[in-house]
């Protein structure tokens, strides 16, 4: 595990942006697994940036995102479909046929899990994953004693998760119970592994996933087994971990 430490929530983004375009120039046409949720956005601006400046192609890429609410249409602005659209997709050259997000509108679980897992396999795996961190410890959706062995799978989101992410919401009651999510597995199986984290409200779980042992009550412990992780950092969410070396 690498761990780089940013000075705030910008550089943080500008990192994140520099490893992810490598990724990019060594291998136009990559894999990303992407991610949402607020820590992202800063780096996808800036990877929007670049594109405009002609820094970076994103024609032959392809991405598969961790996760989708169950229930929301694309258009809604709560569906992560949307905020990749709006973050993303539709401020850079990609292939809007090879982006790829877990169906949240097919209402049989199975089938909508099956058929991302077929996605995943046949576009031969993912090179670079980027993920957040939830409060918890969850990593795309898998919360707390999730199974490791998981590929694709429906969950119940936990009341902390719904708490935290109605903020995105007009209520409490407008979160969706269920979401669609990568397993663990999946994620595992990336080549590389890159998580961003912002914030001192996230110094306790940087602590506990990366420095503390590995546990499903804390899920992104997991990535301390993964032999190419890197950790972007800022200096807040670090705050907890002045006593350890990395
Ligand atoms: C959501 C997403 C995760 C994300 C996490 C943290 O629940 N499903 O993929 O990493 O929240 O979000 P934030 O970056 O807003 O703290």
Redesign the pocket.
């Known amino acids: 595990m690498k761990i780089y430490r940013a000075k705030d929530y910008n550089d943080m983004s500008r990192k994140a942006a520099n490893i992810i375009s490598a990724q990019i120039i060594m291998k136009p046409n990559c894999v990303l697994g992407l991610?949402?949720?607020?820590?992202?956005i800063g780096a996808y601006k800036q990877l929007v940036e670049w594109y405009r400046k002609g820094d970076l192609d994103f024609s032959e890429v392809t991405t598969v995102n961790?996760?989708e609410y169950k229930g929301l249409t694309p258009d809604n602005e709560q569906s992560?479909y949307y905020f990749m659209n709006e973050n993303l997709f539709s401020k850079v050259n990609i292939d809007k046929n090879r982006t790829y997000l877990p169906d949240g509108m097919e209402e049989n679980s199975e089938v909508a899990c099956q058929r991302y897992n077929e996605i995943i396999h046949s576009l031969g795996g993912i090179d670079l994953q980027l993920?957040?961190?939830?409060?918890n410890g969850?990593?795309?959706?898998n919360e707390p004693g999730i199974a490791f062995e998981k590929e694709t799978h429906c969950v119940s989101?936990s009341s902390r998760?719904i708490k935290?992410?109605m903020r995105f919401f007009l209520s409490e009651e407008h979160v969706p119970r269920q979401?669609y999510?990568m397993g663990i597995k999946t994620i595992m199986s990336a080549h590389k592994i890159l998580v961003?984290v912002?914030?001192e409200d996230?110094a306790d779980i940087v602590r506990q996933a990366f420095f503390g042992p590995v546990t499903p009550p804390i899920p992104a412990s997991i990535l301390q087994l993964h032999n190419d992780v890197t950790i972007v950092a800022d200096e807040a969410a670090l705050s907890k971990c002045t006593d350890v070396e990395f």
């Open positions: 991610a949402t949720g607020s820590t992202p961790l996760d992560y993920l957040g961190l939830g409060h969850h990593i795309g959706f989101l998760t935290a992410n979401a999510t961003v912002s914030g996230k």
